[in-house]
Nanobody, 116 residues
Framework: QVQLVESGGGLVQPGGSLRLSCAAS????????MRWFRQAPGKQRELVAQ???????IYADSVKTRFTISRDNVENTLYLQMNSLKPEDTAVYYC??????????WGQGTQVTVSS
């Protein structure tokens, strides 16, 4: 059973930083397309960042220069470093492992709230 467990969310002031983690089991982060999505209340889930097996990265325009996606192949963990956070970054953040159209897995999500 593939498991993705996110952690690291919380309440942070505007301009602050957080690092999200996604611990994976039964799926190798080094051999999957790993993604972070987020969903704000009343909005659709959106792709925030992606890292391929080759290490190529993609970011949403709204987070470029502020967020960094990375992975630790030994720990089999995906990360999202979030800097210069804004209130509009408030959302539930989800980890996703994409192997193919049939085999895609989601974590349970972690809440990030940016507020003063």
């Amino acid at each position: 059973q593939v498991q993705l467990v996110e952690s690291g969310g919380g309440l942070v002031q505007p301009g602050g930083s957080l690092r999200l983690s996604c611990a994976a089991s039964r799926v190798a982060v080094s051999r999957s397309i790993m993604r972070w999505f987020r969903q704000a209340p009343g909005k659709q889930r959106e792709l925030v960042a992606q890292i391929s097996g080759h290490g190529d990265t993609i970011y949403a325009d709204s987070v470029k220069t502020r967020f960094t996606i990375s992975r630790d192949n030994v720990e089999n963990t995906l990360y999202l470093q979030m800097n210069s956070l804004k209130p509009e970054d408030t959302a539930v953040y989800y980890c996703n492992a994409y192997l193919n159209a049939i085999r895609t897995y989601w974590g349970q999500g972690t809440q990030v709230t940016v507020s003063s």
